[in-house]
């Protein structure tokens, strides 16, 4: 059973910086797509971007040249580096994983994110 542990949220004020991690276990990950999702008030959940199993990665334009993608695959661990961080950005971000030979998805139980001065 594959469970998804999120850590890294909390409040920080605008322009600054938080790195949000997911530690995945359950599986070997080298197959899977890592991820992040978000959700504001309100909204609907969106993606904030994610790595493919061979490294190529997708953003939201929201957030493109301010967070960075990464993942350690040894680690099974996926990180989101976020910077210049905006009070647009406030939202509980979800870790999502994706099983591609399948499209098998998971989730976290979610982080909350706040920017505010």
């Known amino acids: 059973q594959v469970h998804l542990v999120e850590s890294g949220g909390g409040l920080v004020q605008p322009g600054g910086s938080l790195r949000l991690s997911c530690a995945a276990f359950?599986?070997?990950?080298?197959?899977?797509?890592m991820g992040w999702y978000r959700q504001a008030p309100g909204k609907q959940r969106e993606l904030v971007a994610d790595m493919t199993s061979g490294g190529s990665t997708n953003y939201a334009d929201s957030v493109k040249g301010r967070f960075t993608i990464s993942r350690d695959n040894a680690k099974n661990t996926v990180y989101l580096q976020m910077n210049s961080l905006k009070p647009e950005d406030t939202a509980v971000y979800y870790c999502n994983v994706v099983y591609r030979p399948t499209n098998t998805a998971y989730w976290g139980q979610g982080t909350q994110v706040t920017v505010s001065s």
């Open positions: 359950g599986s070997i990950f080298s197959r899977y797509t």
